[in-house]
Structures are given as structure tokens and as C-alpha cells.
């Protein structure tokens, strides 16, 4: 069993920043990469971003990319979110979740954190 935890969301004005941490415990041993999701209101949870166990591939969705980024701790067991530029489109529930696979794909992820709400305000 692995267990996501996820923090840091919160309400900012369009072009403001966050990070969002996501702490896994349990057996995160096999976890081959974690990933970022969100899903907005009235609308299907879609890829972010991800990166591997080891950071050395890292993955963006095109909607975010040059404005967020994504990092990790191995000794904190923590996965983050910088979240620039933020625009009013970013407004979601925010997921992290991890699979034993690399993969970009919603369905192989096994395991997920209970999410945290990002709004941004025009």
C-alpha cells in the first residue's frame, strides 16, 4: 500500500504562483513514476505532468508547459508542483498519484492522494 498526501492548494489571483507537495508513504519502493493530474468542474481528470522515480525523465502536459515544473525529494519522499503564470483555466482539484510503470496514462495509476482544490481568480 502506498499513501499520497497532497498540500498546498489554495485561492490566487491569475498570474500568481503555488507548489503543491504530494508526500507518499508505505511501500514506495516500486514506484516507478508520479504524476500531477487535476480535474476541473464538469469535466474528465486529465495529465499535468510527471517524473520518474530517479527525476532523470520528466513529463509536461502541453496546456502547462513553461509555466509549471515538477521535482522531487527521494529523502523526503516528496513530489512537487511550482505553479507559475497561473490563469483562471488552472482551476481544479488536484491529484497525485503514483504507478510501478511508466506511463502517462490516467488508468495505470494505481494509487492516488485525496486531492487539493487550486483556484485562481481572474
Known amino acids: 500500500q502506498v499513501q499520497l498526501v497532497e498540500s498546498g492548494g489554495g485561492l490566487v489571483q491569475a498570474g500568481g504562483s503555488l507548489r503543491l507537495s504530494c508526500a507518499a508513504s508505505g511501500r514506495t519502493s516500486n514506484r516507478y513514476i508520479t504524476g500531477w493530474f487535476r480535474q476541473a468542474p464538469g469535466k474528465e481528470r486529465e495529465f499535468v505532468a510527471a517524473i520518474t522515480e530517479s527525476g532523470g525523465q520528466l513529463f509536461y502536459a502541453d496546456a502547462v508547459k513553461g509555466r509549471f515544473t515538477i521535482s522531487r525529494d527521494n529523502a523526503k519522499n516528496t513530489v512537487y508542483l511550482q505553479m507559475n503564470s497561473l490563469k483562471p483555466e488552472d482551476t481544479a482539484v488536484y491529484y497525485c498519484?503514483?504507478?510501478?510503470?511508466?506511463?502517462?496514462?490516467?488508468?495505470?495509476?494505481?494509487?492516488w492522494g485525496q486531492g487539493t482544490q487550486v483556484t485562481v481568480s481572474s
Open positions: 498519484a503514483t504507478s510501478p510503470n511508466l506511463t502517462l496514462e490516467l488508468s495505470r495509476y494505481d494509487y
